[in-house]
């Protein structure tokens, strides 16, 4: 039921306009004595040459009533429209509170590969790919709540002269025993060093290379090395992920375009798009006025680029998507926009189905994290930290709560990646333990607190008789609101698919918080009235559903108790 449109409909059948030119002029009016949606006639003039009050009689003479539409009147050249609350009520209800609400089958038979966390090895998980892994997972879960197929790649940077470096550093000064208690930061701190003293002699540069080129030709001493730091930071990631909640259906990281590289550089060779540069291999691009695209290194090296080339191909081949998209900072916009440029000359026309979904910087409120590792902030640090925070509140406001410890990780993780997408994925996000905890504000907290709310109040209603509804009991403005916020989850989730925009789900899910709580401060719920509190608690019961499946979507838990 999309009253806009089913308004717009009823009025495009009396006159020749097409619908979607009356959709974009329907009104939701900010008096509700101007009904609830209104049509101003005046840009029909032009088209239709008349006054715009006489059309706007016209079509009250004709136009044949929506059934949701209880009555319609005009106001100078506006048609207002009036809605039968409670039949609207409960045609929402009814929809509302099944178990598949807010699905839909749009992506059915297509496929959409998303890369996203993709983490470097050997390096810790900081804050910055905090970002990429919540906002990837939750258009993972959108795309898949609108009937697609969802890949989710975890391309790992886990290939390059760094590795090289690393395991120059661990010949020199590692220890086996400090690397396995100490794990990534070991490697960290070899790495760091190889970098200074890199400074002073540069021939360990060299030496290196000469590692990372018996790696690429699969040298065993070289590659049992490197395996062994690949273990031992997914062990990391995964425990991060874990916390998390989230997941991937394949860890295809840089390293496993090694042997596919070759037949790279052998097509870009045949299709004449490869040029020498300084001793380096490259593609030009400045017929669309960007930097070329450097495919081999003057040591013969591959990069970044080159495996993102193999990468692509592969996705195409192993999953044929119909969408790939990439979630990554907005400073590789450059090295993205290369890319599709590279695969288009190639003469992949699906180079037009691969999307950069860029996002804004992560910032610290200064002073306000307790540890920090030259300058990067533990993902795994910063979540113990917001479970650390949520407990203190939850032994401040309700001691008592069951199950305190699991609440505290459900609801401080939940407000982390709710933080993270609240605003526009565009916009920088800021950590505010103040803020993200605040549980009456635009929060996570907020949502998961109202969620828990509906639950009690759906456990002491007990077993309800709901065709004993009166539907008229729930037609005052606020239980009308809320019913018109339940009615929209669908097309929300359409909105975030299309924009690749979490955030049009987050923000839904707190509007969708505050007309509830609206409406339970207006109503009393458990009355006697059998009818009345049947209606009632039908509402309750579609929040909770909705509320439930939304947090779920973006990866927030929702707890029953909190
Ligand atoms: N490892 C990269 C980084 O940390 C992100 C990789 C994104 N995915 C890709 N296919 N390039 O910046």
Request: hydrophobic share 40%.
């Amino acid at each position: 039921m999309d009253f806009k449109y089913d308004i717009s409909a009823a009025i495009a059948n009396v006159i020749s306009v097409d619908v979607n030119d009356i959709l974009n002029s329907i009104e939701i009016p900010p008096d509700k004595k101007m009904g609830d949606y209104a049509f101003p006639c005046f840009k029909l003039a032009k088209i239709l040459k008349k006054p715009p009050v006489d059309i706007a009689n016209d079509i009250l003479e004709k136009i044949v009533k929506p059934n949701f539409v209880k009555s319609i009147d005009i106001k100078g050249a506006y048609i207002n429209f009036f809605a039968d609350k409670s039949f609207f009520v409960k045609e929402v209800l009814l929809k509302a509170n099944d178990k598949d609400y807010g699905k839909s089958d749009i992506g059915k038979g297509k496929t959409v590969v998303i890369d996203y966390s993709s983490p470097n090895i050997a390096k810790p998980f900081h804050v910055g790919h905090l970002r990429s892994t919540v906002i990837g997972n939750a258009l993972y879960k959108i795309y898949n709540a609108i009937g697609y197929n969802c890949v989710g790649v975890n391309h790992l940077g886990d290939w390059g002269t760094q590795f090289g470096k690393l395991i120059s550093a661990y010949k020199k000064w590692g220890s086996k025993e400090s690397i396995e208690k100490n794990g990534i930061s070991e490697l960290m701190k070899i790495y760091v060093k190889f970098h200074d003293e890199a400074e002073i002699d540069p021939s360990l540069n060299d030496e290196a290379r000469g590692w990372f080129v018996k790696m690429q030709n699969g040298d065993s001493e070289a590659l049992k090395l490197w395996k062994w730091f690949y273990d031992l930071s997914i062990k990391e990631f995964e425990r991060v992920y874990n916390m998390l909640g989230v997941k991937f259906d394949a860890y295809t990281g840089e390293s496993f375009y090694n042997d596919k590289m070759d037949a790279v550089v052998e097509e870009l060779k045949n299709k004449e798009l490869l040029k020498k540069s300084n001793g380096a291999m490259i593609v030009e691009l400045d017929d669309l006025d960007m930097p070329p695209c450097l495919i081999i290194r003057s040591d013969g090296g591959t990069l970044y680029a080159t495996r993102d080339i193999a990468a692509a191909i592969y996705r195409k081949k192993t999953y044929d998507f119909d969408k790939c998209l990439y979630v990554t900072a907005i400073d590789q916009n450059l090295h993205f926009a290369q890319l599709f440029a590279v695969i288009k000359k190639m003469g992949y026309d699906w180079a037009d189905n691969m999307e950069h979904v860029p996002f804004g910087l992560v910032s610290l409120e200064s002073g306000k994290l307790s540890t920090r590792h030259g300058n990067v902030v533990l993902m795994e640090e910063l979540l113990k930290e917001a479970i650390d925070e949520t407990k203190r509140i939850i032994d401040e406001k309700n001691p008592e709560l069951p199950d305190k410890e699991n609440v505290a990780k459900q609801v401080g993780i939940g407000a982390v990646i709710f933080n993270d997408l609240y605003n526009g994925r565009i916009k920088d996000v800021v950590f505010s333990w103040k803020r993200m905890l605040n549980f009456d504000g635009e929060t996570g907290p907020y949502v998961q607190y109202t969620n828990a709310r509906a639950c009690s109040i759906i456990k002491k209603a007990g077993e309800i008789d709901f065709s004993k509804a009166d539907y008229s009991f729930v037609s005052d403005e606020a239980a009308f609101e809320t019913c018109k916020v339940l009615n929209d989850f669908g097309k929300k989730l359409i909105d975030a698919a299309n924009k690749n925009e979490p955030s049009i789900l987050s923000r839904y899910l707190v509007e969708l918080s505050q007309a509830f709580n609206k409406f339970y401060h207006d109503n009393p719920i458990l009355v006697d009235d059998i009818s009345a509190k049947a209606a009632r608690v039908e509402i309750v019961k579609a929040v909770n559903n909705v509320l439930t499946k939304g947090l779920n979507i973006i990866g927030v838990s929702a707890p029953e108790r909190m």
